[in-house]
């Protein structure tokens, strides 16, 4: 059983005391494929270590997250862009409108979103949105920009059943993770009505930790409990839901 973790921040400083333990437990639980999004420059480097640690297993996102949207978000897309000339990635990510923390940069991470969908779209690449408190925002570029050359993943999908479909008709898939676990997290609820064909599945390793797990560190191996709840969810085998997730994370990143 292949399983595919689309969304985990290895390189975290929260996994500085084991990290090879925690790509052990990964690989063991069939956890080979993991995802790697960008924060921003400083975050480069660690990055960099893990895929040339894990070639076969690691695969690097690209761009600035919308909460380190600063005063020097022009020299920080710059990066993103000189790295997207310089070498591989799978996906520009992660991008998007995080309104939850801080409005002080709204008006700068709308350019941000803007100008990195623009940079997915030179490359052929697909995004990975990162939203919260921030739909209409999000939606209100994603539609200006729609079109056949931007698809993606809508990272640690929380929406409404309307907004899931909205995400789906912008050409990009769900990323569930141990939220669909929570008691309060609402989106089970609804979940069976999306085919199974626009969702994938992820972690946001260390963070959002899937029940038992709640409120402790997360990380990649912990995505077999979000399989285990999709399973119930969609009433089919937890290997179905691997290879179905793991086919569509095909589809997004091309590999």
Known sequence: MTITDTHSHIYSEEFAQDRKEMMRRAFENGVTRIFVPSIDSSYASKMYAMEAEYPENVFLMMGLHPT????????????????????????????GIDLF????????????FRRQIQL??????PINIHCRDAFDEVFEILEEEK??????????????YE???????????????????????????FLSEIDLKHIVLE??????????????RNESSYVVNVIKKLAEIYNVSEEKIAEIT????????GI
């Open 101 to 112: 923390w801080d409005k002080t940069f709204l008006k700068e991470q709308q350019f941000a």
């Open 68 to 95: 380190y949207v600063k005063e020097n978000y022009l020299e920080e897309l710059a990066f993103v862009e000189t790295e997207l000339a310089r070498k591989k990635f799978y996906a520009v990510g992660e991008i």
């Open 120 to 125: 997915a779209k030179q490359y052929k690449l």
């Open 246 to 253: 793991t086919e569509n994370s095909k589809t997004i990143f």
């Open 163 to 189: 907004q899931a479909l909205q995400a789906i008709s912008c050409n990009m898939k769900l990323g569930i993770g141990g939220v669909v676990t929570f008691k309060n997290g609402k989106i089970d609820q």
């Open 147 to 160: 079109s056949p050359e931007l698809w993606g993943i809508f990272h640690c999908f929380t929406g409404t």
């Open 203 to 216: 972690t946001d390793s260390p963070y959002l930790a899937p029940i038992p797990y709640r409120g402790k």
